[in-house]
C-alpha cells in the first residue's frame, strides 16, 4: 500500500513537470521578473531608486530582493524549476522521438505514388537491369539509408534526408539548460568588485559590491599610467590607465584598459569605469608681507614638513589638505609654530573670496579661517598638486564560456529545427510497353515547399541521366 502511494505521489510530480503549460508559465513569469529587473535598478544603481520609496514599500522590496533579484533564492528557485521541467520534457518525449528516427517504412509502398503530379514521372529507354543500376547509384550519393525491393515489374528505391531534425528541440532544451548552467556557475562562483589605484601604485586586493568586504586577488595590479583628454567644455573626451599585472612580483602582462576595451587575467575581467582624482602631497602657497616693505613669496612646500617663516618669526607647515571642502574647492590647513608661544592653525582657500561668501558669519569671525592670523604675514592657497586614480571594475564569471557554448547550441537547435526536415524519398520503376516508367514520391514531417523543391530536383536529375530534357 505504501508503495503504490509512493508511486502515485512520483507519477503527479513527473506529470507536473513534464507539463508543456508548467514551461509556458515558467516563461511568462521569467519574462516579467526580468522587465522588473530593468524597471528596478539592481545593485549599486539602487540607492537613488530606493530614496524615493515610502518605508514600507522599501521594506517589501528589500525582503524580496527586488534590488539584486538575479542573485535571490527565489529567482534561482524559477530556473532551477525551468531546469526541472526542460529535463523531465524531454526525457519524457524523447522515446516518442527515438522510434520516429528508427522507424524504416518499408520500400515498396505505393501510397506515396498516389495523385502523383504528371511532372514527376516519366518514361526512359534501355535495358532494365540498366536503368534500375543508373537510378541506384544516383539514389545511393543523394540519400542514406537507401533500399530496394523489387516486387513483379515494379521496382522500388527507398532513401532519407534529414532524419536528425526530430532532434533539433532536444538541442534547443540542450542549449537553455547549458545557459542555466552557466549563468548559476556565474552566480555562485563568480564575483562583481570595484577598485581605485593611483598612477603608479599597485593594490592585490578589490572590494566586493555586494557584502563591502575585501577579496585578495591571486595576483597583482600595477597602474603605470592613467591620462585623460578633455573637450573644451570640461567633458571627459577619453581616459587610459596602463595596467601591469604581477604575480609574485613578476611582471606577467601589460594591457591597455580603455573605456568599452576591458582586459582580462587569469580569468578577471577589469573595465574603465571612472577615474577621480585626490590631493597630493605638494602644495604651491604665496606668503605676503605686510611691512613697510611689502613682498609677496611663492613656495613650494611638502605637506607635513616644517618650513622657516621669511623673517624667522619661527615655522610653518601645511598638515591638512583638501580637495573640495564644504564644495568651496581645494584648502590647505596651515599650522604656524612661532619661535615662543602656542601654535596658530588656520584654514587658505584657493578660491578665497567664494569661500568668504559661503562660510556663515560666525566662522569668519574665527582665526580658523583667518589666513592672516599669524601677524605679519598673510598665506595664499596658489593649489594643490593633485594625483588621479583610475576606477576599476572588476568580474569574474566562470560561467561565461558554458554560456557561450549554450548559445551555439541554440542556433544550431533552431537551425535543425526550423530550417531541416526529415525527408523520405521513394523512386518506381515500372516496366511498361512504352518503355521504364520512373516516378519519384516523398513525404516530410514539415517543410512541403522543401520537399516539393527536392523531388523537383531528383526528376530532373533522373531525366538528365536518360537523356529526358526536363
Not at 31 to 48: D, F, H, K, M, N
Not at 96 to 109: S, V
Not at 385 to 393: C, R, V
Request: glycine share 8%; proline share 5%; aromatic share 12%.
Amino acid at each position: 500500500m505504501v508503495n503504490s502511494k509512493s508511486k502515485n505521489r512520483s507519477n503527479v510530480i513527473w506529470g507536473f513537470f513534464s507539463s508543456v503549460k508548467l514551461t509556458i508559465v515558467l516563461l511568462i513569469i521569467l519574462a516579467i521578473v526580468s522587465i522588473l529587473g530593468t524597471v528596478v535598478p539592481q545593485e549599486q544603481g539602487a540607492a537613488e531608486f530606493a530614496r524615493r520609496l515610502n518605508p514600507a514599500m522599501l521594506q517589501i522590496f528589500t525582503s524580496l530582493d527586488f534590488f539584486d533579484m538575479y542573485h535571490s533564492i527565489w529567482f534561482r528557485v524559477l530556473i532551477g524549476c525551468l531546469a526541472m521541467n526542460l529535463v523531465i520534457c524531454s526525457v519524457d518525449r524523447f522515446p516518442a522521438a527515438w522510434k520516429r528516427f528508427t522507424l524504416r517504412p518499408e520500400p515498396d509502398r505505393t501510397k506515396p505514388f498516389d495523385n502523383l503530379p504528371p511532372h514527376q514521372s516519366f518514361l526512359a529507354q534501355g535495358t532494365p537491369e540498366e536503368i534500375a543500376n543508373k537510378v541506384n547509384k544516383l539514389f545511393q550519393s543523394r540519400y542514406k539509408k537507401t533500399r530496394k525491393k523489387e516486387v513483379g515489374a515494379n521496382l522500388f528505391f527507398y532513401g532519407e534526408r534529414g532524419n536528425y531534425s526530430h532532434f533539433g528541440v532536444y538541442l534547443v532544451h540542450l542549449s537553455v539548460l547549458l545557459i542555466i548552467v552557466g549563468s548559476l556557475v556565474g552566480s555562485f562562483f563568480g564575483f562583481d568588485a570595484y577598485v581605485n589605484i593611483l598612477a603608479g601604485e599597485q593594490i592585490d586586493t578589490v572590494m566586493l559590491r555586494k557584502t563591502m568586504r575585501p577579496l585578495k586577488l591571486d595576483f597583482t595590479v600595477r597602474c603605470d599610467k592613467f591620462t585623460v583628454d578633455f573637450y573644451e567644455n570640461g567633458a571627459p573626451k577619453e581616459y587610459r590607465s596602463d595596467l601591469s599585472f604581477l604575480v609574485k612580483g613578476k611582471e606577467m602582462a601589460k594591457e591597455k584598459l580603455l573605456v568599452n576595451h576591458p582586459v582580462e587575467f587569469m580569468g578577471i575581467t577589469f573595465y574603465q569605469a571612472n577615474y577621480g582624482s585626490i590631493p597630493g602631497k605638494t602644495v604651491r602657497v604665496k606668503i605676503s608681507c605686510n611691512t613697510a616693505q611689502p613682498t609677496v613669496i611663492d613656495m613650494k612646500v611638502e605637506a607635513g614638513k616644517s618650513i622657516a617663516l621669511p623673517g624667522g618669526e619661527g615655522k610653518f607647515k601645511v598638515i591638512d589638505v583638501r580637495g573640495d571642502i564644504m564644495k568651496m574647492g581645494q584648502a590647505a590647513l596651515i599650522s604656524v609654530q612661532p619661535n615662543q608661544g602656542k601654535p596658530v592653525d588656520f584654514w587658505v582657500f584657493k578660491h578665497g573670496e567664494m569661500a568668504r561668501k559661503m562660510l556663515p558669519e560666525p566662522m569668519l569671525k574665527s582665526p580658523k579661517f583667518n589666513p592672516s592670523a599669524f601677524k605679519p604675514y598673510t598665506f595664499f592657497l596658489d593649489g594643490l598638486e593633485t594625483k588621479f586614480y583610475t576606477g576599476l571594475q572588476v568580474n569574474r564569471d566562470p560561467g561565461v564560456s558554458i554560456v557561450w557554448i549554450g548559445c551555439f547550441f541554440m542556433i544550431a537547435g533552431l537551425f535543425v529545427t526550423f530550417f531541416l526536415s526529415h525527408m523520405r524519398i521513394w523512386v518506381h520503376l515500372l516496366k511498361t510497353d512504352q518503355g521504364m516508367k520512373i516516378s519519384a514520391a516523398g513525404t516530410a514531417n514539415k517543410n512541403p515547399v522543401g520537399l516539393q523543391r527536392e523531388l523537383e530536383h531528383l526528376t530532373n536529375d533522373l531525366k538528365d541521366l536518360f537523356g529526358k530534357k526536363g
